[in-house]
C-alpha cells in the first residue's frame, strides 16, 4: 500500500509483559497496515493480543520490538510529552465502558465541543458529526438521559471531530444490546463516509461484518487480514 494511502503501520511489532514470575508474549511480529478512510477492525479470542495492539497503535503501550507509525509520525521513540501531544492532535479513541468516555455533567454537543477545543479543531462541527451519528435531537440531553448506545454514539462524534488522522476503539459494542450495537455500526459507517479512519478491536459479528478489512489475530499473531 502506499505510504499516502496508509494511516496506521506496524512492522514487525512485539509486546511482553512482564509478571513477577514470567515474560508473557502479548504479540509477536506483528505486520499491518490501516488504510486512510477504511474501518478496519482487529478480530480474535480472548487473548489474542487484539487490545494489546490497539494500545500499541494509540501510543498507550510501546512494543517490545519493532516499529509503530501514525500519520507517517513513528511512535517509538518519542518521548511522553511528545506523545501525548500527538495522540491529543491525530487520533480519537473510544473505550469500552460508554461511561468512561463522556464528562458527566455535559450536554452531548458540549461533549464534542470540549473535544474540539482540546484538539484545536472547530466547534462548529459539534452538531453536524451529532447528526452524522443520528443523535442531532439529543444534542441538549445530559449523559445519565441517553442510553448506552446513545452514549458511545456522542462518544465517537467527539473522536471524530477535527478529522483526526486516526479512530481507535476497544470492543465499543461490549454494552450494548442488539439494537444499540446495530445503530452504533450504521453510525460509524457514516463516520466512515465523512472520511473518517476506524480501527476497531471486537468479537462483535455486526461490527467484523460491516468492516472493510479484518485483521485476525490468534495467539499475538497475524492470523488472515
Known sequence: ??????AARCDGVSVDYRTASDVVPALRDVDADFARARFSVLAGASGSGKS???????GLQRPTAGRVAVDGTDLTGLRAGRLRRLRRATMGIVLQD?????????PAVAQVELAARLRGADRGEAAGLLDTVGLASQAGCMPQDLSGGEQQRVAFAAAAIGHPALLLADEPTAELDAIAAGA???AMRRLIDRGATLVVASHDPAVIDAADRVVTLRDGRVAAG
Open 52 to 58: 494489546s495492539l490497539l494500545r500499541v497503535l494509540a
Open 184 to 186: 452504533l455500526v450504521n
Open 1 to 6: 500500500m502506499p505510504a499516502s494511502d496508509v
Open 98 to 106: 460508554p461511561a468512561d468516555n463522556l464528562v458527566e455533567y455535559l
